[in-house]
């Protein structure tokens, strides 16, 4: 027996189903009931009941890429806020390999990084790493926070949703798996980012949003249609500026 | 606060000082997500209580030796306004609002999933804005909200409400003159779904029998309650 | 990056703010003498004697007025007393911490303080009941609910509007005996409307009501207070970095202008 439909708004305690659904992310198993464990979305896959959260915090894993800003220099490693309850280390060794040199002279405090989490262990200590294609430090742009949760959604469908955000403003844009986006491109269109994104976040859990954004892209862009040629002049300058160590 | 008396009573029930049933709750609203900064956030209003929660976390936990290895820690902080009550209170903590920040807490982290998140901490500020008797529990009430505001996973929504004994009569949430002159007050929070108790004080002085009546009706009031916690975080997320 | 503890603020963000102020521009598009929406309400709490709660932007702030019967200071017999507290609650911003006022927080509340008591808004002469023994004191209570930038502007704004409605009993003096009236409230006299307009030096531009994350970038911050007739009557710099006279006298000249729009929100 089930209680709910999918895409459902339910809250934590709420009963879902009985014993014959499988209990998946956002939900637990309290006896012969599945209840949900946060405020979210109820995912039905089959016999799996999900519950999706629109409000958490980054727990880091494995594998993840996330952007980081160096907040502290130790012994023979940096310390990252990576907009989590746990904070990130980065080993010397990963920028220096063997050899021993100055931290402060490769990345000091209020650097932003794009890095890999390497391993976590047991009590959420979070190795991170650098080695990689486009893991690096970033130079100018700026930076947008949106909610963990919502980073599939505004990434899309193999890239659909922030391809589109890319074509229509010529920004440049990498997205942390831990919320923070990093975009670069012509001040116009660094806002009208960080709006189309902030409008993605608020409203990640709405059907028709893709069509939303392009709307939305459509006005803003081409309301600024006097910067096309130098939005133009600037993605050819863009290209040159990759985002790599130095 | 002007007491909205409800029509239709129950035939035989005794009337209240302020006109209420014997198992009428103040007039009570929730909204959820109030707040800017916070995590997560809810504004209670409860009778002429005003009370504004504000959760951050799970966070990192600057006080290493206060760090659980394998699990968070819920921290608590309820605080009083200065013109919260009649004469104006000292700002800071006081004995007594230690005491209520210490059993908050511990009234809340049973319905949380701590342990998804060691070392870490879940700082939950309560701030009474304004007092009319029954501030702990409107204050838990609130956090409750907040907390699943803030996307922190829980089993169930803690809720809180009081009943006890005023003018020999056994009653549900006490009004602040209730409080005061009244014989007992039995504040309770509860997690509704499986009926486990988090919170439990009394003072006064209560029969067996009357004790029993008493946690009856504040667990009854604790589940209407309920209710209005769930629409709040319905009416915030939904369309 | 916004919550956390430790503020430290990313190189980038502080080079786009920058670069923007600089175009004569602002990240929430702004122009550089405009405030954010305001929003002022009166009578909040029931309880307090006079109470507001102000936002700007999303800065939120609580002030109530509770009064009492007090001893006047020796060097002030014939004068009622103000009172002006201020708390930095830590539900505010994840960079408060609970205890005692900090230096931002004492900072705030005598900051503000000044733009009342120079600014003379209440006449507290009036607040006198027996010269040299009793006299009225009134305290103003700052809560700070929700920190997005500005506390100085926001505060004063909602300190006056809680002045302006605060009721107290009347009191008299029958054979040496105070009477106090609860049933007869009367306002509190009020001479002046003084407000207070912060501003911040980010890059070479000075920037009106700056945002929580200008002032995580700022150089300096310069907050003037004027009374009606524009008379300046508080000041306080804040910040490392120096200002030039020029962008003091302008900051003085915006205040003047923006404080007239500011008083509308009070009626």
């Known amino acids: ?246 | 606060m002007i007491i909205i008396i409800t029509l239709g009573k129950k035939e035989g029930s005794v009337k209240r000082a302020d006109g209420r049933a014997f198992d009428e709750l103040r007039p009570i609203k929730i909204e959820a997500g109030v707040l800017e900064r916070a995590d997560g956030s809810a504004y209670l209003e409860f009778g002429g209580n005003k009370v504004l929660v504000a959760v951050y976390g799970p966070r990192e936990f600057h006080i290493r030796r206060f760090q659980k290895p394998d699990q968070a820690v819920v921290r608590c902080r309820y605080n009083m306004a200065p013109f919260s009550v009649d004469d104006r209170k000292r700002p800071g903590p006081d004995r007594r609002s230690v005491e209520i920040s210490k059993i908050t807490s511990e009234a809340l982290a049973p319905a949380v999933f701590l342990e998804k998140y060691p070392r870490s901490t879940i700082d939950v500020f309560i701030e009474v804005l304004e007092a009319e008797g029954g501030t702990r529990c409107a204050g838990i009430t609130a956090a409750s909200v907040a907390m699943a505001d803030a996307g922190i996973p829980m089993r169930d929504m803690v809720v809180a409400c009081a009943a006890g004994k005023a003018d020999d009569n056994v009653v549900l949430d006490l009004s602040e003159k209730e409080d005061k002159e009244g014989q007992a007050d039995l504040p309770v929070a509860v997690m509704p779904r499986t009926g486990e108790i988090t919170l439990i004080q009394m003072d006064g002085n209560l029969s067996s029998e009357e004790f029993e009546k008493a946690l009856d009706l504040a667990l009854e009031g604790c589940k209407k309650i309920s209710e209005i916690q769930k629409d709040a975080l319905k009416t915030r997320y939904g369309e | 990056m916004v919550n956390k503890m430790v503020d430290i603020i990313p190189e980038i963000t502080k080079k786009s703010i920058t670069n923007l102020i600089n175009n004569g521009e602002r990240a929430d598009n702004r122009a550089l003498d405009e405030y954010r929406d305001i929003t002022l309400e009166t009578g909040v709490i029931t309880k307090a004697e006079g109470s507001a709660r102000v936002k700007i932007g999303n800065t939120q702030i609580m002030i109530g007025a509770k009064s009492q019967i007090a001893e006047p200071f020796p060097d002030t017999p014939k004068n009622g007393v103000l009172m002006t507290n201020s708390e930095l609650l830590p539900m505010a911003s994840p960079t408060f911490e609970p205890g005692p006022p900090d230096e931002r927080s004492v900072e705030l509340s005598r900051v503000v303080d000044r733009c009342l008591r120079e600014g003379g808004v209440i006449d507290l002469e009036k607040l006198c009941i027996i010269p040299g023994e009793k006299v009225w004191m009134i305290f103003l209570d700052i809560h700070v609910l929700d920190y997005d930038g500005n506390l100085m502007d926001a505060a004063a704004l909602g300190c006056l509007a809680a002045i302006m409605d605060t009721k107290i009993p009347e009191a008299t003096v029958r054979d040496g005996e105070i009477v106090i009236d609860k049933e007869k409230l009367i306002e509190l006299p009020i001479k002046e409307k003084a407000l207070l307009c912060t501003f911040a030096k980010i890059g070479n531009e000075l920037v009106l009501d700056p945002s929580l994350e200008e002032e995580r970038v700022m150089g300096a911050r310069i907050t003037v207070g004027v009374i009606e007739d524009g008379s300046v009557c508080a000041m306080q710099k804040g910040g490392e970095e120096p200002l030039t006279k020029e962008e003091i006298m302008k900051a003085i000249k915006i205040t003047k202008e923006k404080t007239d729009i500011l008083r509308k929100h009070l009626n």
């Open chain 1, 1 to 246: 027996m089930i209680t709910v439909k999918d895409k459902d708004l339910v809250v934590p305690g709420e009963v879902l189903a009985d014993e014959e659904y499988n209990s998946g992310r956002g939900t637990f198993r309290e006896e012969n009931k599945i209840c949900s464990s946060v405020v979210g979305l109820v995912a039905l896959r089959n016999k799996k009941i999900s519950v999706i959260p629109l409000q958490s915090k980054y727990i880091p894993k494995r594998g993840d890429v996330v952007i980081g800003e160096i907040t502290d220099i130790r012994f023979s490693m940096w310390g990252l806020d990576i907009n989590s309850p746990y904070s990130g280390l980065l080993p010397a060794s990963e920028v220096f390999g063997k050899e021993k040199r100055e931290l402060e002279r490769a990345f000091v405090i209020g650097d932003v990084l794009f890095l890999r989490v390497i391993d976590v262990d047991e009590v959420k200590k979070v190795k991170l790493g650098l080695k990689g294609r486009g893991l690096g430090k970033f130079r100018g742009g700026i930076l947008i926070n949106i909610t963990p949760t919502k980073v599939p959604r505004l990434i899309g469908k193999k890239g659909s949703m922030i391809n589109m955000i890319k074509d229509q403003t010529k920004c440049e844009i990498v997205v942390g798996q831990n919320g923070v986006v990093w975009v670069k491109g012509q001040p116009e269109m660094e806002r009208v980012t960080e709006k189309v994104i902030k409008m993605i976040e608020e409203q990640a859990h709405t059907s028709g949003l893709t069509d939303r954004v392009r709307d939305m892209l459509m006005e803003l862009v081409n309301g600024n249609s006097d910067n096309q040629k130098e939005d133009e002049d600037n993605l050819n300058e863009n290209k040159d500026i990759k985002t790599s160590i130095d």
